[in-house]
Nanobody, 116 residues
Framework: QVQLVESGGGLVQPGGSLRLSCTAS????????MGWYRQAPTKQREEIAY???????AVEGSLKGRFTISKDTAQNTMYLQMNNLKPEDTAVYYC??????????WGQGTQVTVSS
């Protein structure tokens, strides 16, 4: 069973940056299309970025230019670089398979709080 562990969140001021990591218990990033998701308070979980097994990336429209997704398959790790953070980016961030029918068990997520 694949285990996903997200890390790197924290409290940051508006305009700040964070880099989130998603570490997997097996070599999934070279075999599956994976995504970053977030869930803000009172909102549904949403996909915000994905990276295919071949390395093709995409970031949700409103986040383009601020968020970058990447991976290191040798380290079984995927990253989300977040720059110029805004209060509306406050959420719990998760990683998982891109396609809902192939989701792995969800990890605990990592909390990102953007506040002055």
């Amino acid at each position: 069973q694949v285990q996903l562990v997200e890390s790197g969140g924290g409290l940051v001021q508006p305009g700040g940056s964070l880099r989130l990591s998603c570490t997997a218990s097996s070599s999934i990033f070279s075999n599956y299309d994976m995504g970053w998701y977030r869930q803000a308070p009172t909102k549904q979980r949403e996909e915000i970025a994905y990276i295919t097994k071949d390395g093709v990336t995409a970031v949700e429209g409103s986040l383009k230019g601020r968020f970058t997704i990447s991976k290191d398959t040798a380290q079984n790790t995927m990253y989300l670089q977040m720059n110029n953070l805004k209060p509306e980016d406050t959420a719990v961030y998760y990683c998982n398979h891109k396609f809902v029918e192939q989701w792995f068990p969800w990890g605990q997520g990592t909390q990102v709080t953007v506040s002055s």
